[in-house]
């Protein structure tokens, strides 16, 4: 996977935060919670949303989305959150303001969901910032997945070259690519994207690339499905500057 990196350089933006290999593994949070109720879902957000902006020492990126549950018409929220290790992660939680927020929320959900991730790349960072200012993101998380144990690293392998031409894409502005966390060796079931595009249209023309018509041919024989949400964002990035992208 890592021999893949060359991927990166033909990207009309790339990161410039790759770290050195021997430094920790940034480690993704991804939770959606589903409240008992409207009003619960009221208060849950009105606890989570300050958190947004609380610091917290390697914490990489906090994103709060909101979309409607299909199960139960009701309202889910998600959180998605990336730390540079473990360590950062382990002092998030430990936060005074995290910990009374976790004491708060107490009953307000019928159930959630946590999955820790990982970059597809160890030495990948997330950038904290968008690659060109939009006020409403058209925000879409993807996850590619497949019910035939044999075929988790094709599709692993497959999603690979989506990285750069989905990023080099005028109208996406931020694009994480991410696997669950697993022992070294052991293929990932599903990969889980995350996008902002300028608008809905920009999301479109995304689904028609070439890039995304690669992908499915590749992932034919695995039989792919995709579980596509397209949350309310409650999070705003700045736009980059050139500490953190560079143009190639």
Partial sequence: MLGETAFFLGACYSLCSLVAADADRPVAMLEHALPLN??????????????????????????????????????????????????????????????????????????????????????????????????????????????????????????????????SEAGCVYYDQLVPDAPPGTPPPYVQEVLWFKDKAAHEAHMQSQAVKDFVKATAAAKVGFSITKPHSYSMLPKCSQEHIEYV
């Fill in 38 to 167: 409207a009003s619960a879902a009221d208060r849950y957000r009105q606890l989570l949303l300050p958190l947004l902006k609380v610091p917290s020492p390697g914490r990489l990126h906090f994103d709060v989305y909101e979309d409607v549950d299909p199960a139960t018409s009701r309202a889910r929220i998600w959180q998605y959150l990336v730390f540079e290790s473990d360590e950062a992660h382990h002092k998030w939680m430990s936060n005074e303001h995290v910990t009374n927020w976790v004491s708060a929320i107490t009953g307000l959900l019928e159930n959630e969901h946590l999955s820790k991730m990982r970059m597809t790349f160890p030495e990948e960072r997330p950038l904290p910032c968008l690659k060109e200012a939009v006020e409403s993101p058209y925000v879409v998380l993807v996850q590619m997945y497949t019910e035939d144990p044999k075929q988790y690293k094709l599709i692993e392998d497959a999603a690979i070259p989506l990285l750069a031409p989905t990023r």
